[in-house]
Nanobody, 128 residues
Framework: QVQLVESGGGSVQAGGSLRLSCSASEYTWSSNCMGWFRQAPGKEREGVTVISTPTGNTYSAASVKGRFTISQDNAKKTIYLQMNSLKPEDTAVYYC?????????????????????WGQGAQVTVSS
């Protein structure tokens, strides 16, 4: 079974930056959708941004557009989330997720239902 291992995260003041990484164990699919979700205390888990392999197409939530950037290194089977201009409302546990075998959908690409493989989560805390 493919595993996702996250790294990065931590605490930062508002306006600061953080970077998350997510590496997948060995897999053979050439088309995938991988991305990031987050869950704040007392709230539902929500989609942040996703990226398709091999097209590189990305989809992001309106709340993070212009501030967060998702990227991938296909050779390393790793995706990254660069988070800039962080706000206190970005505070959450961030989860890496993957839907192996197909690219991201164009309708509701940030919907949780299609993602079957999840990382362990990484805490991001932004103080004001």
């Amino acid at each position: 079974q493919v595993q996702l291992v996250e790294s990065g995260g931590g605490s930062v003041q508002a306006g600061g930056s953080l970077r998350l990484s997510c590496s997948a164990s060995e897999y053979t699919w050439s088309s995938n959708c991988m991305g990031w979700f987050r869950q704040a205390p007392g709230k539902e888990r929500e989609g942040v941004t996703v990226i398709s392999t091999p097209t590189g197409n990305t989809y992001s939530a309106a709340s993070v557009k212009g501030r967060f950037t998702i990227s991938q290194d296909n050779a390393k089977k790793t995706i990254y989330l660069q988070m800039n201009s962080l706000k206190p409302e970005d505070t959450a546990v961030y989860y890496c997720a993957a839907d192996f075998g197909r690219v991201c959908g164009t309708s509701a690409p940030l919907s949780r239902g299609r993602f079957r493989t999840w990382g362990q989560g990484a805490q991001v805390t932004v103080s004001s």
